[in-house]
């Protein structure tokens, strides 16, 4: 089997919205079809330091990856955060969770990053075991704030 990833191109609305559901879905999230439509849109718009990758097996899209490049006061370079990572179901166990993090780490390379972070929940285990063998577990802990 061969992973091929690629940026996102308008075309892919559909097949990435079918991706971004089941995302959404492993998360016990939903959102308003017009956060799909920001979404989507803002990952295509060259203006914004915000990017998105498909990973295609046969050329079906599989999976899915978004990522942000943001100043950070500990760094002088810019910092990556890969902010969402998911692959269909079918395609888990078959390396594209890895391939798809190394995509976005050679981009945050290539662009000059200093780092590249991501955050998971505490119960994926099965994404944590990739995690674990390819970058450290740091001790910060997320907090949110609905303005």
């Not at 006061?73 to 079918?90: F, I, R, T």
Request: hydrophobic share 45%; aromatic share 12%.
């Amino acid at each position: 089997m061969t992973i091929d990833i690629r940026p996102l191109v308008a075309a892919d609305r559909a097949d990435w919205g079918a991706l971004w559901e089941g995302y959404l879905t492993f998360y016990e999230t939903t959102l308003p079809a017009r956060t799909y439509d920001l979404t989507f849109a803002r990952l295509l718009d060259p203006a914004r330091p915000q990017w998105g990758r498909l990973a295609l097996v046969d050329g079906q899209p599989m999976g899915l990856v978004h990522y942000i490049f943001h100043a950070h006061n500990w760094h002088d370079a810019d910092v990556c955060y890969l902010q969402d990572l998911y692959a269909a179901p079918e395609a888990r166990g078959t390396g594209m969770g890895r391939a798809l993090i190394e995509a976005v780490r050679d981009e945050a390379r290539a662009a000059g990053s200093s780092a590249l972070y991501w955050m998971t929940q505490e119960g994926n285990a099965t994404a944590r075991q990739l995690y674990d063998r390819l970058a450290r577990k740091t001790d910060f802990i997320k907090y949110g704030m609905d303005l």
